[in-house]
Structure formats: structure tokens, C-alpha cells
């Protein structure tokens, strides 16, 4: 409603150019008079003659010129309580108009990256395309990026019929189809492992998944500060790295990054159990890039990171625990060493014995 004098601008100047029309008060936009200069459909991959093939004319579009032109501004009827004065009408800007308007006055006449959700493809993103082409002669967006639906178990998200996740809930766990709350960054992982133009199915089950994998990069990237360098690498570190960026250079693919940066939590398994070798500057190359990619480009959250004097604190409280456990297992009361590390297991603290002792992991 800030915006009327600048959409009403922009009806006058699509008016002026030929391809909108007057009609009772009302301005429509002449779909068939500007596809013979442009292309109507081109970001949806719809052909106009389909459409018109498909269309049915209906009674309140009757004052249309063709069942595809759409409102420009729409005369407002007595009891319609939003209306402006326009040279045409007191009336409304029709459904499109306000987002090419304020693109326009922000953005100017072309800006890079448009979103939106795949439903406003067509017709609303299309008709925005129509409208600052036939406005101003240039084409509005240089990329779109359209996102897909949210499904929960398997179903489509209906508040109505009660299959539906809140955000709050699902960082509570306050919703029947949750077993556990979950944290924010966790939640973003998952997410993560779908390609944006992908449907997403939300499941318990399935967030429990992205939560021990989410785990898992942690703890392998927490563990680069024990590997030591040798004088070469047993794995082409520099290609690996190469394939991160490739895969968000192909259209934001994050599933893809996703199953790289696993192939380097691989990587530094087998550093750690002494199966691989490393050289110095790779192993830099090697940090810096699970860096990068899982905190500057993924936005994830290491809460381990967080609160350092209590980590500390919890730190030393399961060292003493690790300890006592060790002296259990020494002295062959196993029963006291298993429910140590079974009862640690319970809370989300995995104990895990290797050569060089007992290491654990949050999770």
C-alpha cells in the first residue's frame, strides 16, 4: 500500500507501450499483443497456444480481451474496503503488479537472483517477467530460483488436518509426530539434504538420521586437531576439495556437497586409525575446507563450540567416568564398565575404545 503511485506508474507506462487495456473501469493485460514481440511462458516452459487451447472463458471474465490477459488494476466494488484513486477507477492493483513495482524502485530494472516458491512460477513470477518487460523493455531477473513443497510424513502439510510441524514445536519437540526435540542447526542439516527444487519430506525418523550424521561431521572435524602430518598424502586432497565447490556451483546442490564433505569424514577415519597419511599443507587445505563449507557456506552450528567453561566442566566430569571405567575393566568388573558406558550411551554420550585409548562423542 506504500507503493500505489509507483504501480500506477507502471500500468500507464504498459498502457502507453500497447499492451494493456481500459475496460470498465478495469486494466488488463494484453497477453497475445505482447507475446508477438516477447515470450510469454518462457520461465515456466508454457506455450501460449496451449494455453489457449485449455482455457475455458468464464463469466466474470468476460470484460477480458483473451481468457489469458491478467488484471493490471481492478475497479474496487462498493463494498470492497482497500482502494486508491487511479486515473482509471477507485480501485486495486491487481495480484502481480506490487512486486514488480517495488523490484523495480529497490532492486532496479534488472537485479541477479529472484526466489519464490515452484507454486508462484506461473502465473505470478511469469506475469512479473510480462510486466517489467513490457514496462521498461528489459528483462526484470537473471536468475530464478524457485523452492519446493514441505511434505510430513509423506503426506502434504495441512494445518486443517492436523498434519503440520511449527518451527518452535519441532525445536521443542512439542508436536505427536516427534519422538525428541531437535536443535535449529540440526534442522537446517537436514534440510540441507535435499536440493532446494526438491520436495522434502519431514519424518521423525528422518531428522533422527540427519542428527547422528550431523554428529558425525562434527565430531570428524573436531578431530582434526589430533592428526599429525607425514611428508605426503595417500588421498588427492586438492580434487576433493575441488568437487565441494562443483557441487554448489551446479545450482546450489547441497545434497551433493553433503556426500563430498562425508567423503572426508572417511578421509580423516582413516588419518585417525592410522590406514591413510596426510602432508602438511594438505591437512591445512583439509581443515580449512571442512571450515568453510560446514560453518561459512552451510551456516552450521558446532555447540560444542558454545558455552567453553561448561564444556569444560562436562569434559572433565566424563574424563573421571572414562577413568573409573578403565579401572573397572581392569579389574575385570565388566558389569560396572558396561553400565558406565551403556548409561553414558543413554544420555548422548557414546564412549569409543581404540588403540590410544577411550575417546566419546556427543550426539
Not at 274 to 299: C, R, Y
Not at 340 to 358: A, P
Amino acid at each position: 500500500t506504500g507503493h500505489i503511485i509507483e504501480q500506477i506508474q507502471i500500468v500507464e507506462n504498459i498502457i502507453a507501450e500497447g499492451y494493456g487495456y481500459e475496460k470498465n473501469g478495469s486494466v488488463y493485460f494484453d497477453v497475445l499483443k505482447f507475446n508477438e514481440d516477447h515470450t510469454y511462458g518462457k520461465l515456466s516452459g508454457r506455450k501460449l497456444e496451449d494455453m489457449i487451447t485449455n482455457t475455458r472463458e468464464l463469466t466474470s471474465q468476460s470484460e477480458k480481451q483473451n481468457p489469458q490477459d491478467f488484471a493490471l488494476w481492478k475497479k474496487a466494488e462498493p463494498q470492497h474496503i482497500m482502494r486508491w484513486t487511479s486515473p482509471w477507477s477507485d480501485g486495486f492493483p491487481g495480484w502481480h503488479l506490487e512486486c514488480t513495482a517495488m523490484s523495480i524502485k529497490y532492486l532496479g530494472n534488472n537485479f541477479d537472483i529472484h526466489g519464490g516458491g515452484m507454486d508462484l512460477k506461473f502465473p505470478h513470477h511469469e506475469c512479473e517477467i510480462a510486466q517489467a518487460e513490457a514496462s521498461n523493455h528489459v528483462s526484470p531477473v537473471n536468475y530464478w530460483m524457485h523452492t519446493n513443497m514441505l511434505t510430513l510424513n509423506g503426506k502434504k502439510m495441512a494445518k486443517s488436518t492436523g498434519n503440520s510441524i511449527l518451527p518452535d514445536e519441532l525445536f521443542t519437540g512439542d508436536n505427536d509426530i516427534l519422538n525428541k526435540a531437535f536443535a535449529p542447526t540440526v534442522a537446517k542439516f537436514f534440510m540441507f539434504q535435499a536440493h532446494y527444487r526438491s520436495i522434502l519430506d519431514f519424518s521423525n525418523d528422518a531428522l533422527e538420521a540427519s542428527e547422528k550424521g550431523f554428529y558425525r561431521l562434527m565430531d570428524a572435524y573436531r578431530s582434526l586437531s589430533e592428526i599429525r602430518a607425514g611428508n605426503k598424502s595417500s588421498y588427492d586432497v586438492a580434487e576433493w576439495r575441488q568437487s565441494c565447490y562443483d557441487a554448489m556451483n551446479d545450482d546450489f546442490n547441497s545434497p551433493i556437497l553433503i556426500a563430498q564433505l562425508f567423503e572426508g569424514v572417511k578421509y580423516i577415519s582413516a588419518l585417525k586409525e592410522g590406514e591413510a597419511s596426510i602432508s602438511k599443507n594438505d591437512l591445512e587445505v583439509l581443515k580449512k575446507t571442512m571450515h568453510d563449507f560446514l560453518f561459512e557456506v552451510l551456516g552450521l552450528v558446532d555447540h560444542s563450540s558454545e558455552g567453553e567453561e561448561d564444556n569444560n566442566q562436562l569434559a572433565g566430569a566424563i574424563d573421571l567416568l572414562i577413568e573409573l571405567r578403565n579401572k573397572a575393566r581392569a579389574d575385570k568388573d565388566f558389569a560396572t564398565s558396561d553400565k558406565i558406558r551403556d548409561q553414558l550411551l543413554e544420555i548422548g554420550i557414546q564412549l569409543k575404545d581404540g588403540k590410544d585409548g577411550t575417546t566419546y562423542s556427543l550426539s
